[in-house]
Nanobody
Framework: QGRLVESGGQLVQSGDSLTLSCSVS????????MAWFRRAPGKEREFVAS????????DYANSVKGRFTISRDNAKNTVYLLMNSLKPEDTAVYYC???????????????WGQGTQVTVSS
């Protein structure tokens, strides 16, 4: 059973940068598409970003395009989300997820982490 553990979430101010990490174990990371989702208070979980198996393809939600960058290091079994120019509306629990097929819908992703809280103050 795959295990995904997110880290790096914290309280930051508007305009700050933050990098989230997702450590993956019990899975061969190079065979999985990876993604970040988030759930804001009172809202449904939404797609943030995804990256293909070798990092060559990435997709982003319109709300984060140009500010967030997803990347992966298969040798280190880790996926990253660099978040720049953070806004209060980025406040959410951020989840790392793994899938065998590429896509942006949560139903494709069979493995999930427990989430890490990001809070952006204005």
């Amino acid at each position: 059973q795959g295990r995904l553990v997110e880290s790096g979430g914290q309280l930051v101010q508007s305009g700050d940068s933050l990098t989230l990490s997702c450590s993956v174990s019990r899975l061969t990371l190079s065979t999985y598409v990876m993604a970040w989702f988030r759930r804001a208070p009172g809202k449904e979980r939404e797609f943030v970003a995804s990256v293909g198996r070798n990092g060559g393809r990435t997709d982003y939600a319109n709300s984060v395009k140009g500010r967030f960058t997803i990347s992966r290091d298969n040798a280190k079994n880790t996926v990253y989300l660099l978040m720049n120019s953070l806004k209060p509306e980025d406040t959410a629990v951020y989840y790392c997820a793994a899938a065998l097929s590429y896509g942006t819908t949560s139903e494709l992703y069979g493995y999930w982490g427990q989430g890490t809280q990001v809070t952006v103050s204005s």
